[in-house]
């Protein structure tokens, strides 16, 4: 399968899961997980924008930095830009948080709510360089998209 291919698979059964889920911790851990399945990232997890600060949300991978600062490292340049960025070498980009030295390359997307509003950080990193495309671009957005309705599901 290509990487496409496996983004596809990946879309329907988030669709499955999200038709059947409704609660937001529960969800955005099961859309890591199969992200983590389908594409055999390294680690992908959500940070969640807390109080002007990131919170480590549902993740699949190695633990992680719990509190990140907006407008430092990739996580939080993402939410001053408000868009997302592909890091290829992460020794390159300046102010990068190694929360695992073993993470290379990174991707990360803004997540949105239903009136437009920051609420989290797709983050997902490699262990090789140079990892991410213009494929993952376009399905991450996809993606983000898919789980706009999410934020307000708290139980
Ligand atoms: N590398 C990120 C920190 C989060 S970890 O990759 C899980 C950054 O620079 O914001």
Not at 49 to 67: N, W
Not at 128 to 136: G, V
Request: with cysteine; proline share 5%; hydrophobic share 40%.
């Amino acid at each position: 399968m290509t990487k496409r291919d496996r983004y596809i698979v990946s879309l329907r059964e988030m669709k499955i899961r999200l038709e059947k889920g409704g609660d937001l911790f529960a969800d955005l851990g099961n859309v890591a997980a199969v992200l983590r399945k389908q594409q055999g990232f390294y680690w992908v997890g959500f940070y969640l924008l807390k109080d002007e600060r990131l919170v480590l949300g549902p993740f699949q991978g190695t633990p992680a930095c719990v509190f990140l600062t907006c407008g430092e490292g990739v996580c939080g340049s993402c939410v001053e830009r408000r868009a997302p960025i592909i890091v290829d070498d992460v020794r390159d980009f300046p102010g990068h948080v190694a929360c695992d030295p073993r993470s290379r390359s990174e991707i990360v997307i803004p997540c949105f709510d239903d009136t437009g509003d920051l609420r989290a950080i797709l983050d997902i990193d490699s262990d090789q360089p140079h990892h991410f495309d213009e494929i993952d671009l376009e399905f991450l957005q996809r993606i983000e998209e898919q789980i706009r309705p999410l934020w307000g599901k708290i139980t």
